[in-house]
């Protein structure tokens, strides 16, 4: 059951991740995108979609310096573990903070607008339970275990693992003595990227970053005297009628 869950799952789940996005590209590239529904209801996505979405950058980057960057490297660049802790705990806290209340107000408009609440399919439903669900772990890991509880040192056991499984040499008894919820949302971080190819967050690999270093678009005035306008279909219609019906 260990290997199952801390060896095989994983890599089932990467291995849909990526072979959904070639899928999803291949068969579905009208549906490569947002869906926005910004027309639609624009005051508490306003709101609701920069704080979502700075949240989410924070959460990452937090994710991504905890389970990426080994701590003797962050020790070698003069940042002790206490530091280091106090960073991550009161950083993912208030980031997280923010990541709650953005998609706080994006799920609830979609209940509080009928014209939202239309054009919301089934897999957006699905996508805003994972992420709800996801956030809840997240959150209780670090404000109830690490903020408020006794703590615990992920990076010497849920990161090393977490490592191991993109070197392919991951040890899943690392994952034996962590507390349930980081064995809950390391499993639930895996199955949301299976998820991910199926839902509009594929757009994320489509950031206009073209439009940084593209030309400007250049607007000239007319010169010259104003062309007459054209006709309407109508009248044009009549005309050319005009000499079959004398004939």
Known sequence: MTTLVWIVLPYLCLAVFVAG????????????????????????LRLGSPLFHLGAFGVIGGHAMGLVVPASLTEKIGISEHVYHLTAVWGGTVTGLMLVAGLALLIARRFVSGRIRRVTTPMDKVLYVALAA??????????????LGAGYDYRETIAVWFRGVFW???????????????QLHAIGGFLFLALW???RLVHVWSAPLPYLWRPYVVYRTRRGPVPAPMPAPAAVRDTNREPAARR
């Open 21 to 44: 996005h070639v899928w999803r590209w291949r068969h579905d590239q009208f549906g490569w995108t947002t869906h926005t529904s910004q027309l639609l209801e624009n005051r508490l």
């Open 134 to 147: 996801m956030v809840a772990l997240g959150m209780t890991a670090t404000v109830g275990v690490n903020l």
């Open 168 to 182: 392919f040499q991951p040890d899943s008894s690392l994952m034996t003595g962590a507390p349930l919820v980081y």
């Open 197 to 199: 190819p199926f839902t």
